[in-house]
């Protein structure tokens, strides 16, 4: 009797392997939390190329310059989303990590410059840059640990943790440096290899690739990731099971702090300079796309497919508006829609499973 | 019966300093838990508890809603660790302080608030916190996989559960307590703890499960059943330990109380 009902799970899994794509793909849509944005991506998607088509003088979509700036700019806020994802999966927030991409991207800058690891100075030092952006991710990573450790010792909510984190970095790289734009064009190989371009591929968009695979290796394939989505879906069972939730949360606070300070050495080395402020706004932007991406708000569910789809699809909607030369505040109008219409769609793919 | 004739012969009554009267184990039990006392602040959870498990017996822990059967199963499960007291294992002193020195310890449990996450798989479920790896900790679906496979065929047989990828959130409740109970099944040790198991059950996966119990304790693996069937309670069990505010207020053998007398102790109390 319990040989047969094994051999009936056998055989019902088996049967779920063997379905044809189509229904696979169907299923994919409606099981998987980033299913319903993959959908939309692709409509949106769809819907440019024809119009790159149809009207290739006034919506120069396909346009290689337009593709080449579309896929520079994705990456800055792909990097830190991913980081911004996997601690929402394990269910806190880190609102600091616009402060931190400024913060650190500077104290990376500073430090290339001032050993000479500037490319227009005597004989630059070819480690230099690489000595600035070790230290800031070094510095990110403890940041997000102080951040977890305020969190989890005092039982506050990490949102009112790291939104003080975000204004207490917003001051320290005020004071630290100025108000000042920073100049930061670091010596070879940095350069090439944060900032070399072939084609329409800049480096930032190879590292955003190299990031995501490892994350999803991380997220999807691997025990901790696993961890992440216990301790986020429901804490009292990772417990139960014994898995630590504060070491795990800790290890996720650190990750987006170490992908915040990456992601703002990549964006300075791509543009040349650094504004302090440049980073603040970005946090609720790369919360937008994880959760456009299909990451519940109360963790314990999300992708990085999603993330990478989510961020892709802010960076489409930008590109549209800027292509149409609409105003800037559109771009706010439309992802602040986009988040409200994702996030129906999840809930509707989810009911409609249940 | 024969098991628990060897385990509870009616001279083995009541040692002189048990506080609340009970039987007393013959040899080292597996587990006993002496003078436990668990405080909240000034809220007792559990005063003076003595508590034992046999080799391959069935314990039933039994008593009102409060009585801190919970807290006595949780503390058991290294969860809640004592204020003070004893607990041995196979005669020696052992903290049970972490879920990982229960689990050294034999022990496994399956709680009243079922530990699954909803937005995971069965089988992600089942092997969380234990997950088959490699070496670099990178996870052995596959493998994980045929074992969910066999584990929800073999253990308890859920209804409905024909995909081990399905996530646990679209289960009823029953079949997510089936899935807790066939993880912990899987990983079973010399102890299982099942904290009111069949409270979502249907009566079939019920009578698989009770059934379960029974396979198990021949095979060796002892278990404690918390629950408030007592019907259920008195088809499985050896021993009756009933507790309330916190300590044991009647205990017996099977072959020396009645289900009257165990309903009587319950509601009295």
């Known amino acids: 009797m319990s040989l047969s009902h094994a051999e009936h799970i056998r055989q019902a899994v088996a049967a779920h392997n063997a379905r ?20 939309l991506f692709m409509v949106v998607q769809i819907a440019c190329i024809a119009g790159g088509l ?84 070094v510095l990110g990573g403890l940041i997000g640990c102080v951040h977890s450790a305020i969190t989890l010792r005092f039982n506050i909510p990490s949102f ?20 000042s734009s920073l100049r930061f064009k670091p010596s070879e190989p940095f350069a090439t290899i944060f900032g070399g371009e072939y084609g329409v591929i800049h480096a930032s968009i190879v590292w955003f690739a190299i990031f995501a695979v490892a994350f999803y290796l991380l997220l999807h394939r691997h025990r901790l990731g696993n961890h992440f989505y216990a301790v986020g879906g429901n804490r009292n069972a990772a417990v139960a099971i014994g898995i ?24 300075a080395t791509r543009v040349g300079s650094i504004q302090p402020g440049g980073g603040l706004g970005m946090e609720l ?61 999840n809930t509707a793919i989810r009911r409609s499973r249940a | ?25 013959i040899g080292a039990p597996l587990l006993e838990a002496r003078n436990i006392v668990k405080r909240y602040g000034s809220f007792v959870a559990l005063d003076d508890m003595n508590f034992f498990i046999g080799r391959a017996e069935v314990v039933a822990l039994l008593g009102d809603n409060g009585a801190g059967k919970s807290t006595l199963v949780k503390m058991m499960s290294g969860i809640n660790p004592p204020t003070s007291g004893e607990i041995f294992v196979n ?51 596959r493998r994980m996989e045929e074992v969910a496979v066999e584990i929800l065929g073999s253990a308890v047989q859920i209804s409905g559960i024909d995909n081990p990828r399905k996530e646990v959130g679209f289960l009823s409740g029953g079949q997510k307590q089936a899935v807790a109970i066939a993880r912990a099944v899987y990983f079973k040790r010399n102890i299982l703890l099942l904290d ?33 069937n007592l019907y259920h309670a008195y088809m499985v069990c050896d021993r009756f330990v009933v507790m309330s505010h916190g300590t044991k207020v009647f205990e017996a053998a099977k072959q020396d109380t009645s289900i009257e007398e165990l309903t009587d102790h319950v509601i009295r109390t």
């Not at chain 1, 044809?20 to 959908?39: F, H």
């Not at chain 1, 009112?160 to 108000?179: Q, S, V």
């Not at chain 2, 449990?109 to 992600?124: E, P």
């Open chain 1, 20 to 39: 044809p794509i189509p229904v696979k793909l169907a299923d994919w849509v409606r099981t998987s939390p980033e299913g319903g944005i993959a959908v």
């Open chain 1, 244 to 267: 630590k939730p504060n070491r795990t949360k800790t290890i996720a606070f650190a990750i987006a702090g170490f992908m915040a300070a990456f992601s703002g050495v990549v964006a």
């Open chain 1, 285 to 345: 932007q790369a919360i937008a796309a994880c959760v456009i991406g299909g990451a519940a708000l109360t963790g314990g569910r999300g992708s990085i497919l999603g993330v990478v789809l989510g961020t892709a699809l802010v960076f489409t909607i930008q590109d549209i508006l800027l292509l149409l030369r609409a105003p800037g505040f559109y771009f706010d109008m439309f992802v602040g829609t986009l988040i409200v219409v994702a996030v129906i769609m």
């Open chain 1, 54 to 137: 149809l009207f290739p003088d006034s919506f120069r979509y396909l346009l290689q310059a337009n593709i080449a700036v579309t896929l520079k700019s994705i990456a800055p806020l792909g990097l830190m989303a991913l980081g911004v994802g996997v601690l929402m999966i394990a269910g806190e927030y880190d609102l600091s990590v616009g402060a931190l991409y400024s913060f650190l991207s500077i104290v990376a800058a500073t430090v290339a410059n001032s050993l000479n690891g500037d490319i227009g100075g005597d004989h630059p030092s070819w480690a230099a840059p690489f000595i600035g952006l070790a230290l800031a991710l």
């Open chain 2, 1 to 25: 019966m024969k098991d628990s004739l060897r385990h509870f012969s009616p001279q083995a009554h009541v040692p002189v300093d048990a506080p609340t009267g009970g039987l007393a184990p």
């Open chain 2, 196 to 228: 009111e198991p069949t409270s979502a059950l249907s009566v079939r996966e019920t009578e698989h499960l009770l059934g379960y119990v029974r396979e198990l304790k021949s095979d060796g693996t002892s278990s404690v059943l918390v629950t408030h």
């Open chain 1, 160 to 179: 009112i943790t790291t939104l003080g984190g975000m204004l207490l970095w917003k001051g320290a790289t005020l004071l630290y440096h100025g108000a």
């Open chain 2, 91 to 141: 005669g020696k002193r052992t903290e049970l302080n972490s879920r990982a020195a229960s689990e050294r310890a034999g022990i496994e449990t399956i709680y009243q608030d079922i530990a699954l996450v909803d937005a995971m798989s069965i089988t992600r479920n089942i092997f969380m916190g234990r997950e088959i790896t490699t070496r670099l900790g990178f996870l052995d679906l």
